[in-house]
């Protein structure tokens, strides 16, 4: 069944919307019954995107649209005027969200989203959502393991031709162009996801705003599903008083998704 979506780019403060075809697996969404087990069977540990991260990173993954019977009160309140679809993936990513905090002994606590939209974790704990058609997702850790964390989930091909431009920046289309052509598509989509991760890794640190072109990303193990990129910044950010760059992150093909980690261990943070 093809579908259009509309995936929203922040690009120098201008916001691009591009239309997407996307095929959504038949099997992604069928309704799966989440009685008596734990995790739900709809909240799977995800070994694809734990391998983004430490051992100690918690991952949860759902493949069925959210259901707004999943939010608390509290944060159902953020959602109120929203659409459907924007609810669902709001629950989503609280369902995965809570499903993972659990897991660390933290029980059916309110994940509301700051000014901003970044998700206020508690007290303790840090973590990174994502959802995109087909997927949703939510990685959790112990703030004494992880300093920070970003996830990033996208479909592969997502970003077309017209805006690999506003995505990557010179060098990085020169990589892109050394490729034979049917990989490019994936290729710019792990640039795309690479910089949306180490975005949402340093923004609840310092709270900086960050242009595509503002990071560099070298992608290492090109060719495998499973691989490591270094993401370095093109200007000063506020990320070095934490860390240096570049920093490593890790990428993964789960088809029809590419995603993304970065992570700063707690041990590897300069003094707070
Ligand atoms: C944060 C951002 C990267 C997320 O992009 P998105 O297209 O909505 O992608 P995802 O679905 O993967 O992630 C959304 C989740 O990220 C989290 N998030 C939102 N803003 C965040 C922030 N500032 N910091 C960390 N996490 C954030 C939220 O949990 C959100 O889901 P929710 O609103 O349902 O809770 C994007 O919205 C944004 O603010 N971009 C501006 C900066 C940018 O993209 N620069 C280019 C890359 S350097």
């Not at 069925?64 to 005027?81: H, K, M, Q, T």
């Not at 000014?115 to 994502?130: A, C, E, K, L």
């Not at 490019?184 to 640190?205: D, I, M, N």
């Not at 993401?231 to 993964?252: C, E, M, N, W």
Request: net charge positive; hydrophobic share 45%.
């Amino acid at each position: 069944m093809m579908r259009a979506a509309i995936l929203t780019l922040h690009a120098s403060r201008a916001v691009i919307q591009v239309k997407l075809n996307l095929s959504a697996p038949r099997d992604t969404l069928r309704k799966v019954s989440t009685q008596s087990q734990f995790p739900p069977k709809s909240l799977l540990p995800s070994a694809a995107l734990r391998s983004l991260f430490p051992a100690i990173v918690v991952a949860r993954e759902r493949r069925i649209p959210g259901d707004a019977a999943d939010l608390l009160p509290s944060e159902a309140i953020f959602v109120r005027n929203a659409t459907p679809k924007r609810v669902n993936e709001f629950a989503a990513g609280r369902a995965c969200a809570r499903s993972a905090l659990a897991e660390l002994g933290v029980h059916d606590v309110a994940l509301h989203p700051a000014g901003d939209r970044q998700p206020v974790w508690p007290v303790g704990f840090i973590g990174s959502i994502t959802h995109t058609t087909g997927l949703c997702a939510a990685v959790v850790a112990a703030r004494r393991s992880i300093l920070a964390i970003g996830l990033d989930s996208e479909i592969i091909g997502a970003p077309t031709p017209d805006i690999w431009s506003t995505i990557c920046r010179d060098e990085e289309l020169g990589w892109v162009g050394l490729l034979p052509a049917d990989e490019r598509p994936a290729a710019v989509t792990l640039l795309f996801s690479a910089k949306e991760a180490f975005y949402k890794c340093q923004y609840p640190l310092v709270g900086e705003w960050l242009d595509f072109h503002d990071l560099s990303i070298a992608v290492k193990d090109w060719g495998r599903t499973t691989g490591t990129f270094a993401a370095s910044a093109t200007r000063k950010i506020r990320f070095t008083q934490h860390a240096d760059l570049p920093i490593a992150g890790r990428y993964v093909f789960h088809e029809p998704f590419v995603s993304a980690g970065v992570s700063v261990p707690a041990a590897a943070a300069f003094p707070q």
